[in-house]
Nanobody, 124 residues
Framework: QVQLVESGGGLVQAGGSLRLSCAASGRTFSSYAMGWFRQAPGKEREFVAGVNWSGGSTYYEESVKGRFTISRDNAKNTVYLQMNSLKPEDTAVYYC?????????????????WGQGTQVTVSL
């Protein structure tokens, strides 16, 4: 069993930055693909970014490319999402997720473990 705990959310003005962290329990974290998803009120959950087990391959949703960076530190069992140039439309609850096998994917039903989420609110 893997437990994921997100942190780092908060309220920020448009143009600002936040760094989300997702701490994982368990000894097999380094073998998992990891993803960040978000869900805004009244909308479906959507893929934001993904990283393979080594950190060598990353993937982004089109609207966050060039602004967000996903990374991981397997020694610390942690995955990060650095968010720069934040926009009001980035407001959502952000979730990290672990996929036991395979590469990161935008399909949320392919992930096996989920965190509880952290709120990000971007004001004008």
């Amino acid at each position: 069993q893997v437990q994921l705990v997100e942190s780092g959310g908060g309220l920020v003005q448009a143009g600002g930055s936040l760094r989300l962290s997702c701490a994982a329990s368990g000894r097999t974290f380094s073998s998992y693909a990891m993803g960040w998803f978000r869900q805004a009120p009244g909308k479906e959950r959507e893929f934001v970014a993904g990283v393979n087990w080594s950190g060598g391959s990353t993937y982004y949703e089109e609207s966050v490319k060039g602004r967000f960076t996903i990374s991981r530190d397997n020694a610390k069992n942690t995955v990060y999402l650095q968010m720069n140039s934040l926009k009001p439309e980035d407001t959502a609850v952000y979730y990290c997720a672990a996929r036991v096998r395979g590469m990161p994917t935008y399909r949320d039903n392919q992930y096996h473990y989920w965190g509880q989420g952290t709120q990000v609110t971007v004001s004008l």
